[in-house]
């Protein structure tokens, strides 16, 4: 069974509050505890890096809209999001090179 991760775009007024802001940065984490476990990591993929980026772009699209407040905890998951995804990156490349 192949891991899959999807990110939906639609609504993303209700899609960035701060459970679904808490919910992908539980996801990431659990991809960075998969990608250290070599049966999972070989299912992931080498496109996982791209996530953390893409999410940080979603979120930021988000954030900087006039008269919205972004709430604490949208702030720590984005962090969050853009440490596991710049680790995850870091191992998967190491990966490649043999380090």
């Not at 049966?39 to 979120?59: A, M, P, W, Y």
């Not at 995804?85 to 190491?94: D, Q």
Request: aromatic share 8%; charged share 20%; glycine share 8%.
């Amino acid at each position: 069974m192949d891991m899959l991760v999807i990110v939906s775009t639609c609504d993303t007024r209700s899609f960035f509050d701060s459970t679904n802001a808490i919910s992908m940065a539980g996801g990431m984490l659990i991809l960075l505890a998969a990608s250290k476990i070599p049966s999972l990591r070989s299912r992931i993929g080498g496109e996982v890096t791209n996530l953390g980026d893409h999410l940080q772009q979603l979120f930021e699209t988000w954030m900087f809209v006039p008269s919205d407040s972004v709430s604490p905890s949208v702030e720590q998951s984005l962090r969050m999001i853009c440490d596991v995804g710049a680790f995850l990156k870091s191992e998967y490349l190491r990966g490649v090179h043999g380090d």
